[in-house]
Nanobody
Framework: QVQLVESGGGLVQPGGSLRLSCSAS????????MGWYRQAPGKQRDFVAT????????SYGDSVKGRFTISRDNDKNTVYLQMNSLKPEDTSVYYC?????????WGQGTQVTVSS
């Protein structure tokens, strides 16, 4: 089993920045892919970013390209999401996920609110 815990969410003004963290514990060996999705009230869960454990290759959703950066510290079993130039439409609950041997694990989510 893998447990994922997100942190770093909060209230920020438009144009501001936040950094989310997601720490994995439990059976963390060979968690290959980690990443983030987000879900706003009444909407489907949308892909934000993903990063592989080996090559560190990354992929981003179209709405966040150029503004968000995903990174990973394999020694700490932690993935980060640096969010810059935040917009009100970025307001969502952000969920971390990890893929280990084909099983996908999710965190409990952290709220990000972008508002003046």
């Amino acid at each position: 089993q893998v447990q994922l815990v997100e942190s770093g969410g909060g209230l920020v003004q438009p144009g501001g920045s936040l950094r989310l963290s997601c720490s994995a514990s439990g059976s963390t060996f060979m968690i290959s892919i980690m990443g983030w999705y987000r879900q706003a009230p009444g909407k489907q869960r949308d892909f934000v970013a993903t990063i592989s454990g080996g090559s560190g290759s990354t992929s981003y959703g179209d709405s966040v390209k150029g503004r968000f950066t995903i990174s990973r510290d394999n020694d700490k079993n932690t993935v980060y999401l640096q969010m810059n130039s935040l917009k009100p439409e970025d307001t969502s609950v952000y969920y971390c996920y990890g893929n280990r041997f084909g099983s996908v694990y999710w965190g409990q989510g952290t709220q990000v609110t972008v508002s003046s």
